[in-house]
């Protein structure tokens, strides 16, 4: 079910010209950043994949991916992305990497099940990066030194949009918090996961939420993720688990949680099996891409996605993703948005 929220009183700090132009700064300075930072290299990327290879992302494994048949390949059915978490390790492997280094690339989807609102689009647009790890830094300091870093990414590109527009005044924190799942639901147990983000967000301006995927004490999930690419089963002490999480910052412009990126270690050969045992899909372990994984011959890794279109709406402070990409929306809300102020691209 569509919905939007209008901001009391919203009036959006640039034209329409110059956050054609401010988009293009921050994609442009930010992608430097995160290469320089993280050690990767740009590839291009597939729009679609072979159905049935289990090289797509399967989100929360109910969503539909867009499909088609391939008129000259024997009518063969494709897909388009929903995410490239399973292409991009199986690319890392392939093009013989070294620990340490990695790639990222544009990633565009669609996904036709979503719910559209301020935060939510059909077409989905972002930084899918992965890199090659070894078995030894399968380990949560190692995620959150990772996490460090693409935070100072986020931090220098705040600043980079300030010294060219003064009126948008930064608004992050110096540092990150990190903050387990678990913890929030034994700290806030009548709250609900988006309630309990928003709280920690707002208390801290910005925040890593670990353990992403995983069975809380209450028998409820944080959040969906597939069991195919990261690793929230694993045990990190202290009656913590998961080697994934969510970044997740406060917008002060919706006055709640906001979502940036996820990212995580990718699961091993045998948390693999514990994860489609969980889920109760182990028929999986059929398809090309598990096979691979099972038989040791991929790459450990890391990796993750950070929305364009978000990133952009964040820092630009904007009230709706539409102010910065262009998509298809119903008509009650582009009226809605068009009546108050908020220009849909």
């Known amino acids: 079910m569509s919905h939007v929220t209008i901001p009391q009183g919203y009036e959006s700090l640039l034209s329409v010209q110059e956050t054609e132009h401010a988009i293009v700064m921050i994609k442009d300075f930010f992608q430097l950043c995160l290469s320089t930072e993280l050690n990767l290299t740009r590839v ?10 289990g090289l797509n992302d399967d989100l ?29 390790r199986v690319k890392i ?3 013989e990497l070294k620990p340490d280094f990695g790639i990222y690339t544009d990633m565009n989807a669609i996904r036709a099940d979503e719910d559209l609102d301020n935060l939510h689009s059909i077409y989905v647009d972002q930084w899918d990066w992965e890199k090659v790890i070894t078995d030894q830094d399968r380990h949560i300091e190692f995620l959150r030194e990772t996490v460090r870093r693409i935070y100072r990414c986020l931090k220098r590109t705040e ?12 608004e992050l924190p110096e540092d990150i918090t990190f903050v387990y799942a678990e913890d929030l639901q034994r700290q806030f147990p009548n709250n609900t996961p988006k309630e309990r983000e928003s709280i920690v967000a707002q208390r801290y301006g910005a925040v890593f939420i670990i353990g992403i995927g995983n069975v ?17 089963i694993t045990e990190t002490g202290n009656g913590h688990h998961g080697l994934n999480g969510d970044l997740v910052v406060w917008n002060n412009v919706l006055g709640q949680a906001f979502e940036l990126s996820s990212m995580g270690i990718r699961v091993s050969p045998e948390s693999l099996m514990q994860q489609l045992e969980e889920r109760g899909c182990t028929d999986r372990k059929e398809l090309y891409f598990h096979k691979r994984l099972l038989s040791g011959s991929l790459a450990p890794s890391m990796g993750g996605g950070i ?4 990133l952009c709406m964040y820092f630009l402070r904007k009230a709706h993703i539409g102010e910065t990409q262009v ?14 102020g908020i220009h849909l691209l």
């Open 93 to 95: 492997t392939d093009m």
């Open 60 to 88: 929360n494994g109910v969503e539909r991916a867009v499909h088609f048949p391939v008129k000259d390949m024997n009518d063969l059915n494709m897909e388009i992305v929903h995410s490239l978490a399973k292409w991009k």
């Open 159 to 170: 600043f980079y949009i300030y010294d060219r527009y003064p009126q948008i005044t930064p």
């Open 327 to 340: 998509s298809i929306w119903p008509q009650e809300m582009i009226d809605q948005c068009a009546e108050n």
């Open 307 to 310: 929305g364009q279109s978000r």
């Open 44 to 53: 291009t990327a597939p729009l679609f994949v072979p159905s049935g290879t």
């Open 216 to 232: 809380m004490d209450d028998g409820t999930l944080h959040d969906g993720r597939a069991p195919d690419y990261d690793d929230w």
